[in-house]
């Protein structure tokens, strides 16, 4: 008798055993609930190096490219986008495909659909890095990059309206807490070394980096919403293809705008006589590039893997450390009221820190719940067939 229940309960046992890679998966995923919750949090943290270190340099190097003689606005949109071959390498490794089994994955969205994605998206980043590129020739990098903090606002608006995003009383703080931030600045401009800059053009920069933050904001917001109803692939080459191809169209509309413009015959004018020669000329403008690729990098995989709204505040904290930096490499003033502006977005951030650490500690609680009664399951199953 007890070889015949030792027999039916192997068999039992061998019956529920995981039979494809998604129930392998599942299985792992309870059994060892911390290994894909680290994994999560090294993949988050490496994005959020590659957003931060990317956007502080690339921010630096392009207001050292207008102080040291740079003044085309469309190079200076152009290279915010052109970097995209360095990604290619990484596009082929990472969209080589996988041989699988499972008939339950969604259907991939047709190929005129992705191309209007990309093209739209690509338009979309030319004239938002046009605005920047204004709003970077015509304020000190001090106030444009913490005037840059109403992105999150913007991005608060459209993931409430796109992305159905909950709000909770530490994020109200935080967008709050940030948008005071930036509009110190807006009430304080005579604060600015502004007395070479003429007030219509300071303005001009002001509105546009306004105009440049809510929509970037949208274009957030939008990718975030493409990921979830469109693209629907949770793999790294997704977030690859969001880039490159994006950024492939918006180098192409602005070698036309360059054309246009008419900026181009003086280029050659602009390298002979920039202030630190033709070579730094020339490698300031390649790491403007290849800078603004990697904060793209982390900005996006951080849509990806979080939401569009954190991405957002991530990039935020680079703002304190920008004016410091600018104060040390291009001597801005660093006056009371931009000291208090970056208390407030610190504050700001974080408040909604906390909230994501609340968060993730009430879902591991679940998953540690959900685990226990997996477990208690199946030790009363295994008792009644013993019965």
Known sequence: MEVAQEVELQSNVE?????????????NQLQFPGLKHYKWWLRVALYILFLLAGQSAATLLGRLYYVKGGNSKWMATFVQSAGFPILIPLLYFFSQPTPSINTSLPKPPSISTIAFLYLFFGLLLTGDNMMYSYGLLY??????????????????LFSFLLNSQKFTALILNSLVLLTISASLLAVHADSDDTE??????YVIGFLCTLGASATYSLYLSLVQLSFQKVIKR?????VLDMQIYPSFVATCACVVGLLASGEWKVLTREMKEYQEGRVSYVMTLVWIAVTWQISSIGLLGLIFEVSSL???????LALPAVPILAVIFFHDKMDGVKVMSMLLAIWGFLSYIYQHYLDDAKSNATITNANANA?????????????
């Not at 304020?139 to 608060?156: D, G, H, I, K």
């Not at 949770?234 to 997704?238: C, D």
């Open 15 to 27: 019956d529920r055993k995981p039979n494809s890679q998604n129930d392998i998966a599942a299985t």
């Open 196 to 201: 070479n800059i003429h007030k219509g053009k």
């Open 139 to 156: 304020l000190p990098v001090s106030t444009y990059s913490l005037l840059c903090a109403t992105q999150l606002a913007f991005n608060a």
């Open 310 to 316: 954190f991405s957002n505040v991530i990039s935020t």
């Open 234 to 238: 949770e793999t790294f080459g997704a």
């Open 375 to 387: 477990n208690a399951n199946e030790i009363s199953g295994s008792q009644v067939e013993l019965c």
